[in-house]
């Protein structure tokens, strides 16, 4: 699905989407498309010719954008890390867009932070309509 400026992005519910690298020159319509909230869970320096997440924070809040970092990598979802994205999730005044690389690390903060109390199921489900396939999460756990 695209909502703005051709950028690919996954709406996993009316509130909350996730999309791949974002740029500084695409806050204006992440704000122009409603979103209120970007939430970077990439760390700087992952791969060349990515943007500073400093500059995409310069460039979302000159959008009136609230911004947040919350890198994770290497497969690695830390607890403190978890609990601020279900934080910020719950206390959103409007729709929150998280982008990674690929987005897979946001859909699945946000699986793991279950800002919505879901069950496990529903979450996992939620996470396949967006294109995503989290069951490893469980299967992991098992």
Known sequence: MTDFAGLPLRRVDANF???????????????????????????????????????????????????????????VFPPPTVDE??????????????????GTRSITLDTLANPDSLPVEERLNRAMAAGYDLSALVADRA
Not at 91 to 98: C, T
């Open 17 to 75: 989407a996730v999309a791949p690298q974002l740029q500084p020159a695409d806050m204006a319509g992440v704000a122009d498309a409603g979103y209120r909230i970007v939430i970077c869970n990439r760390p700087d320096g992952e791969e060349a010719g990515q943007p500073a997440s400093a500059d995409i924070r310069s460039a979302a809040q000159t959008a009136g954008l609230a911004y947040y970092d919350l890198p994770v990598s290497g497969g």
């Open 85 to 102: 994205f279900r934080r910020i999730r719950r206390e959103a005044i409007g729709p929150v867009l998280a982008f990674c690389r690929t």
